[in-house]
């Protein structure tokens, strides 16, 4: 049945809810630190706010691999939906920062397991001749929905506040649960759990540790890269003395780029081997932040910023089609579970190392840091990404 299977044949049953939901998690991105904001908590306190989506879904990714594998795809994906719905509602109705924060932890965790199960899903029904492009497509309708997220959630907010944009990401989530309900069952869910009975998160984790310890640390550095670019772009242009409305021109630019590239960057991962595309997406990010610091204006820095974004979008779906090529047959869930935590584990120490190093030295050397680790990381992706297809693994 896998070799039947088409990127047209996905597109209503995977890729259309992920881009609703992607689109929901845009529309809340910009407007979640003015929400704790609007029930007085400082500068620093909102930070802690919009930083818990992240921790919720570092939290989330080992648990969400557990749910996926006893439960299947697609009732973990509707489980995420109901507790995402629920944790807005609680941050519309929030009356203190912890709640709101709360809320935002939810919709963290509900994202771990909708990133998990989508993944999943591609990695047991695509065959591998097909793999990088499903995935990289995944990617980028989700990159696709969150950049079209903030002005959609722009236009809720303008007509109904700060919780038009909750609202939306609710109506987004019970969207794709409405198309996920439509569709038929998958003949595959469930598999996993009957070879052989319930597979244990941790048991899998330790059975493959080497790759983990090897080739997980790669993509803990890719995601530290990917997730810094994010900040520091910013960063820089307010250290140079660019306003907001510059600041979010360049980003926006930067970004269309991104998101433009993720077909090409999966068609040539198919064609040409995973790390044709890996090595120098790590390359050109890491020479970009080592070129940030020689920018002093709007036209340089979108320059590094344009490069940036080409950087970070031929590596489009590099980190999820790697997690299948190596995911074992039985366990898998609980395998890709362990996987997105060292990418998330990344994801999240990019900025908080970005953040240390410029309270404690200065902005320019966090910055050539992040190049530097870039650079590293391109290293250990050409060291240990598989050449040739994997063979079926074992539990």
Do not use: K
């Amino acid at each position: 049945m896998s070799t039947q299977v088409t990127l047209r044949s996905l597109g209503v049953r995977v890729y259309l809810p992920s881009l609703l939901y992607g689109v929901g998690q845009g529309a809340i991105a910009p407007i979640v630190a003015l929400s704790a904001r609007d029930l007085g908590a400082s500068v620093g306190s909102a930070s802690l706010v919009v930083a818990a989506a992240g921790v919720g879904q570092l939290v989330g990714d080992l648990p969400a691999g557990a749910l996926a594998g006893r439960i299947g795809e697609r009732r973990a994906m509707l489980a995420a939906s109901a507790l995402v719905v629920g944790a807005l509602g609680a941050c519309m109705l929030a009356s203190t920062e912890w709640l709101l924060a709360l809320g935002i932890f939810c919709t963290g965790l509900a994202g771990a397991v909708w990133g998990l199960a989508r993944q999943a899903y591609l990695a047991e029904v695509v065959p591998f001749h097909l793999r990088a492009r499903a995935m990289s497509t995944l990617g980028g309708v989700q990159r696709i929905g969150m950049f079209a997220g903030p002005f959609l959630g722009a236009l809720a907010v303008r007509v109904w506040g700060t919780d038009g944009a909750y609202g939306l990401h609710a109506a987004t989530a019970v969207l794709a649960g409405l198309l996920l309900l439509a569709m038929p069952e998958p003949a595959h869910e469930g598999r996993a759990v009957h070879a052989g009975g319930p597979v244990r998160t941790l048991d899998v984790a330790r059975s493959h540790a080497s790759v983990l310890r090897t080739l997980g640390m790669g993509a803990l550095l890719v995601g530290a890269v990917r997730a810094s670019r994010q900040v520091v772009i910013p960063l820089w242009a307010d250290s140079i003395g660019l306003d907001a409305a510059s600041t979010s021109l360049i980003f926006g630019i930067a970004g269309s780029v991104d998101m433009l590239l993720f077909y090409p960057a999966g068609r040539v991962m198919d064609r040409r081997g995973r790390a044709f595309v890996a090595v120098p997406s790590m390359v050109i990010l890491g020479l970009a932040h080592l070129l940030l610091p020689m920018t002093h204006h709007a036209v340089t820095l979108a320059g590094v910023a344009l490069l940036m974004g080409f950087g970070n979008g031929i590596g489009s779906g590099i980190i999820m089609t790697l997690g299948a090529d190596v995911s074992p047959l039985v366990g898998r869930t609980a395998f890709l579970g362990a996987w997105r935590l060292c990418a998330d584990a990344g994801n999240s120490a990019g900025p908080l190392v970005i953040g240390a190093v410029s309270a404690s030295v200065a902005l320019g050397p966090a910055v050539l840091l992040m190049g530097g680790v870039g650079l590293v990381g391109a290293v250990l992706m050409g060291r240990w990404i598989p050449r040739h297809a994997p063979a079926p693994a074992g539990p």
